[in-house]
């Protein structure tokens, strides 16, 4: 019965606890402010793609015409000499204002990934800081339980001392340990505090949150780099690059100019001017053709970039994976080590109390069973970590 009890516990805090580590997430999502300010970002790029597509602004100036030396104002001895209105617009060609738009639809669509990426490592972040404030309940129900072994003892040296089979010194020491229970219940609380709030910033706001006994994840069964953020946004980006060399590909072709005015001049008709003009692209292998191959060197070195990204991620998983491995191995030996040093304990506090062992030889057994118990608890924080780390990978 006491290990079905033990069985349905477990499972029941791994319930909660995942419950809770996801009602946390959840809250950071809608309340993280940096994560807001990706959706206006995005906008912002869309509106910037409205704006490439339009024309520039039309110009409007004034003119005094031909105007004599020795008069600072149109004269009819001068038929010459007028005041003029000109308007004047540059018309850009389709072709360059719908390539210039779409370069910005490109990195409006990049923006999704940037918040992704971002998102992956928010919830990486939360993970880690959970399992802290996690570990600090388990480090303060472990001290507990060193407090009250340790009070047991006390108890135990306190009534052979009324007899005078155990001495002061026994009882002091026991005394002395329970002092740096409490030093290390500190510690624990000063952890939890300091998680809390960090992860109170993360999370955006204030949020309940009561942790629970450390369990053990499962490592990543599968896993695909192809999935992971960093690559996929690589790969955006070789598009807006992409998008970037069909622009510079048309950035030759010619601009139209075109240009209306009106001269006023005194005393005799007045004067209506027409121009258009366009640009020519005398120096295209020396000027625009640069353009274009800037761009391709940029993209080739974006492929190159993404190499590198893919073997990172690569590596960073295999280094996970060996960590956890190795790590799972750790935790096994010293469970199996703790088993051993409580059956050592047993076997050492019946011999004290027929006088055939010392305390410190007890306490110090002791000892060694805590540091093993803190040393287990760290492990799994570790490894719960480990595994937060290799998802964000994903």
Do not use: C
Not at 44 to 55: D, G, P, T, V, W
């Amino acid at each position: 019965m006491k290990l079905i009890a033990g069985l349905l516990f477990l499972i029941l805090s791994g319930v909660g606890l995942a419950g809770e580590l996801d009602r946390l997430i959840e809250f950071a999502l809608k309340n993280n402010p940096r994560l807001k300010s990706y959706e206006r970002v995005k906008e912002s790029f869309k509106y910037r793609a409205k704006y490439s597509e339009s024309l520039p602004n039309p110009q409007l100036s004034f003119a005094l015409n031909n105007i004599d030396t020795d008069k600072y104002f149109p004269d009819k001895s001068n038929p010459m000499s007028s005041f003029a209105l000109y308007l004047s617009q540059k018309y850009v060609l389709p072709v360059k204002r719908e390539r210039s738009s779409a370069i910005f639809l490109q990195k409006s669509r990049e923006v999704d990934l940037k918040k992704e990426k971002f998102t992956k490592e928010l919830v990486r972040r939360l993970k880690e800081l959970y399992w802290e404030f996690s570990y600090s309940f388990e480090m303060e129900r472990i001290l507990r339980d060193i407090e009250g072994e340790i009070k047991a003892l006390i108890d135990i040296t306190e009534e052979k001392y009324r007899y005078g089979k155990a001495l002061l010194s026994d009882l002091i020491l026991l005394k002395v340990e329970l002092v740096r229970v409490e030093e290390r219940l500190a510690k624990a609380r000063r952890i939890r505090e300091t998680s809390l709030e960090r992860i109170y910033a993360l999370a955006g706001g204030e949020i309940e949150l009561k942790g629970s006994e450390l369990s053990t994840l499962d490592f990543l069964s599968e896993f695909d780099p192809e999935k992971n953020v960093d690559v996929k946004l690589m790969k955006e980006q070789l598009k807006v690059v992409k998008k970037e060399i069909d622009r510079a590909k048309v950035e030759h072709y010619p601009d139209l100019f075109l240009s209306a005015g009106y001269g006023i001049r005194p005393d005799i008709p007045n004067l209506i001017t027409l121009r258009v003009g366009l640009t020519l692209p005398v120096w295209k292998s020396k000027r625009e053709d640069m353009l274009v191959l800037e761009k391709k060197e940029r993209y080739g070195s974006k492929l190159f970039e993404l190499e590198d990204v893919k073997l990172r991620i690569k590596g960073e998983y295999g280094a996970l994976y060996d960590s956890y491995r190795i790590t799972s191995e750790i935790l096994k030996t010293v469970e199996k080590e703790i088993k051993e040093k409580r059956k050592e304990i047993e076997a050492l506090l019946i011999a004290y109390e027929y006088e055939k062992t010392d305390i410190r030889d007890i306490l110090r057994a002791y000892r060694f069973l805590w540091s093993l118990e803190f040393d287990r608890a760290k492990l799994i924080k570790e490894l719960n970590q480990i595994v937060a780390k290799a998802e964000a990978l994903q």
